[in-house]
């Protein structure tokens, strides 16, 4: 019967991980801005490198361009979406703009792997909002031609279809927080999971943007955690039962010799003996042994959620 629930146990554990990994880009950038204090420029580069951290300071730029308001930027990310269905948006093009910039107090500065930013970029994002009519009747000039025919065509089949072109763009009047892996003097994206932060809000506002737009989830990560936790009581129990049965069987005699009757003090506990046989003593390390086994198997399963929920290595609070 232990067979089966250790494979229960493992499946469990394996649906949680599977979970855990199914969030969206946004979700898992909330979750490590979350877990990381931030730090200097100067703390991280002494933090060492390919280390996740967590770094605050001014935007710089040795070359800025301005936006139309004259705004020294460093970034500039424009994109054009219409409505599919529902609250899912369809994105027709994107422009990105941007120079060589960096992350920097008064002692260091860290660049910034600007074409690593996707969906961890949380800034004040200007929006329009309208019809593909409306857009199709503004004359923008899209960088793709196949954009803008896709426009003019959807502006005749579907002219009441939504639209919205998004801006977002960083400034070097900005001050920010990066979340990303340090990898020779540079802030990038790290592996699975470790997507590039970047926000020039205050970190409980941005959090709580992140977290907005990840309020869906909350039902699936609750049922991940009880497949964890679950998981790793049945492997567990399952662990008990393998000890205990091989302790059984190792115990197991085929038969008791009349000498072995007559002197209780050999032979197996179960018999009134003093457990001096092989399946006493495996039965005896089995219980010895046992809670610690058990309490190796939750700290590797708790290290094992640590990582995935964050980076392999982090300044934390």
């Not at 009747?137 to 089949?157: H, I, K, M, Y």
């Amino acid at each position: 019967m232990s067979g089966p629930q250790l494979l229960l146990g493992v499946a469990l554990i394996a649906l949680a991980v599977w979970a855990s990994r199914r969030g969206g880009a946004r979700a898992r950038a909330g979750r490590l801005m979350a877990g990381l204090a931030p730090v200097s420029p100067s703390e991280a580069l002494l933090a060492g490198n390919e280390r996740y951290l967590a770094v605050q300071g001014s935007i710089d730029a040795a070359e800025a361009f301005d936006d139309e308001n004259h705004r020294p930027l460093v970034y500039r990310r424009e994109r054009v979406l219409i409505r599919e269905s529902g609250e899912t948006w369809r994105e027709l093009e994107r422009v990105v703009r941007s120079v060589s910039f960096s992350i920097s107090d008064r002692e260091a500065s860290i660049a910034i792997d600007a074409a690593a930013l996707a969906d961890g970029l949380v800034v004040i994002e200007r929006q329009w909002e309208g019809s593909v009519a409306e857009l199709a009747a503004a004359g923008r000039a899209f960088s793709d031609r196949a954009t803008g025919e896709l426009v003019a065509q959807l502006a005749v089949s579907a002219p009441q279809l939504s639209a919205r072109v998004s801006l977002e763009q960083i400034s070097t009047l900005d001050r920010g927080t990066v979340v990303g892996l340090l990898r020779d003097g540079r802030l990038t994206a790290g592996g699975s999971g470790q997507p590039l932060v970047l926000t020039t809000l205050d970190r409980r506002e941005a959090l709580r943007i992140l977290g907005s737009e990840s309020r869906g989830t909350l039902a699936a990560s609750l049922l991940a955690l009880g497949a964890l936790l679950g998981g790793v009581l049945l492997t567990g129990i399952a662990l008990v039962g393998l000890v205990g049965e091989l302790a059984g069987a190792g115990g197991a005699l085929p038969s008791a010799s009349p000498d072995q009757a007559a002197n209780p003090e050999i032979g197996d506990a179960r018999n009134g003996g003093l457990a001096t046989g092989p399946g006493g003593l495996l039965g005896l390390v089995g219980a010895l042994l046992l809670p610690v086994l058990l309490g190796a198997l939750i700290a590797l399963v708790a290290r094992a959620v640590t990582r995935w929920r964050g980076a392999g290595s982090r300044i934390s609070e």
